[in-house]
């Protein structure tokens, strides 16, 4: 194989401190997922011969959302320069190309690595990702050498007010000959704004060597970078509409997708139509036709084929509808299995339990599944009819063909075909009301 071999860095170790939070920068959720995890989702599809995160003291977090790969540590973080020199001995194998990548930008797609490690290929000794976004302000610029390469990158705080006019910036994406890429790495300094060891200095040493150093022009919506709270709503505004984008062309009706959110990980199924305002959290799945009415909220779950779901349904995470199965307002579900054909329409809290198939749970139903202690499990069986407002309280189990009435606190098991009543009995007295009403009437008076 004469397949270039390359070896990722993802750096990951910055204090992220304009984000103002206790948590690192590259574990804050776009679409349900650390912004870390889109980058290393966009890395996956080009095989990389390894990778490395560089990671700041203290981060097990960031290890953990990474695993499998390799991490080195960056103990005090001191720039991007000299977080890819961190990572150096965590890399093991011998590579042809080092594709630089920021933990920061989760709307990164394959497509777009692909295009710069070309270029990196077609024999550039550093090929940059740069991009033209509507506000370059905050980004690094490239100086261009007037004869189709980059002569230097300028930091914004570095930047004279010539060169901040520039529209050409930095995307921080670099693919470098891995023939040189420490070498240059190594040199780099730290007489700047920031006093920081910036990577994009590479550039200009690269120059200074005489290699090549060439810009690829890359979509600025994928390179965006997320260093402010405000930067990680549009990123995931970003994300939305590319989510809904490929909902519809994978054949699911939104009938007003702005209003839909979904998880990087949702999968809607065919003939899917979603109303609006319904929110999709991590690992949810919707096979074919079913139909999700409005203001439903669902993580983790499984919707089966023709379910239907909503309006103002929660399914909580273990919620397994299968096929047909009805779940109607202000149902929760979780960690429960409602068989094909199985209704809970109104009002209902099923957890812990397994419902069978076409049996009907009433309005109100309710599995007393927790003690203050422990889970208990409840189990019904097939074409079952449970009567409204009934309280299971589990452990229990109601057989197939069983009914119980309406209203019954049910504590222990009920056979199959059994009919169980478990309440006050009713005591009418013909009458009665007549006399009642008059004495309240003379107390009034
Ligand atoms: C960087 C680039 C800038 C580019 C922009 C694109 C530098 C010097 N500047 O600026 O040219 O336009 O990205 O988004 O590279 N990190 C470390 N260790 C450190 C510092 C940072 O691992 O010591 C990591 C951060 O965790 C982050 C990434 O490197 O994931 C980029 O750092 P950040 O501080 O966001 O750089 P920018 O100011 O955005
Ligand atoms: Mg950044």
């Known amino acids: 194989m004469t397949e270039s071999r390359f070896a990722a860095i993802v750096l990951a170790a910055g204090e992220g401190t304009r984000m103002r939070s206790a948590k690192p920068k590259v574990l804050h959720e776009v679409a349900g997922r650390a912004m870390i995890g889109h980058v290393l989702d966009a890395l996956a599809p080009l095989a990389p011969a390894e990778t490395v995160v560089v990671l700041g003291h203290g981060m097990e977090s960031v290890a953990k959302a990474v695993a499998p790969a390799a991490v080195a540590v960056q103990d005090p973080p001191r720039g991007t320069g000299d977080a890819v020199r961190a990572a150096e001995s965590a890399l093991a194998g011998t590579v042809d190309t080092i594709l630089v990548l920021y ?10 690595l692909e295009r710069l490690l070309a270029a990196r290929k077609e024999g550039a000794a550093v090929a940059i990702a740069g991009m033209r976004p509507a506000d370059p302000s905050p980004y690094g610029r490239l100086v261009e050498d007037g004869r189709g390469g ?16 520039i529209g050409l910036c930095n995307g921080g994406i670099m693919a470098i000959d891995a023939a040189h890429a420490f070498g240059l790495v190594r040199r780099i300094g730290n007489d700047n704004a920031k006093r920081e060891y910036y990577l994009t200095d590479i550039v200009g040493l690269a120059r200074a060597d005489g290699l090549a150093c060439r810009v690829v022009e890359l979509p600025a919506e994928e390179l965006a970078g997320v260093n402010t709270r405000a930067e990680l709503a549009q990123a995931e505004a970003a994300m939305q509409d590319r989510l809904r984008a490929r909902a519809m ?76 199965v009805h779940v109607g307002n202000f149902v929760e579900v979780k960690a429960s299995r409602l068989k094909a054909g199985a209704k809970a329409n109104h009002l209902s809290y099923l957890g812990d339990s397994e419902v069978g198939p076409r049996t009907n749970i009433g309005a109100g139903t309710i599995t007393c599944n927790y003690d203050g202690f422990n889970k208990y499990r409840t189990k019904i069986g097939a074409d079952a009819f449970i009567g409204s407002n009934t309280a299971l309280v589990a452990p229990v189990s109601v057989g197939d063909g069983a009914i119980v009435a309406a209203g019954s606190v049910v504590t222990d098991d009920v056979p199959d075909d059994a009919f169980a009543v478990a309440r006050g009995q009713q005591v009418t007295k013909p009458g009665r009301a007549v006399g009642m009403r008059e004495r309240l009437r003379g107390k009034n008076r």
Do not use: Q
């Not at 994978?250 to 305002?277: C, F, K, N, Q």
């Not at 999700?292 to 929660?314: K, T």
């Open 103 to 112: 933990g920061d930008t989760p709307l990164l797609r394959p497509e777009t």
């Open 150 to 165: 980059i002569a230097r990158i300028v930091e914004a705080r570095d930047a004279t007010p010539e060169e901040a006019a």
């Open 249 to 324: 062309e994978m054949g699911a009706t939104l009938i007003a997708p702005e209003t839909v959110y979904l998880s990087a990980d949702t999968v809607l199924g065919r003939d899917v139509v979603v109303e609006p305002h319904v929110i999709f959290g991590a690992g949810v799945t919707v096979a074919d036709d079913a139909l999700i009415r409005s203001f439903s909220h669902f993580d983790h779950a499984e919707i089966g084929p023709g379910a239907i779901v909503g309006p103002f349904a929660r399914l909580r995470p273990g919620a397994v509808l299968e096929a047909e």
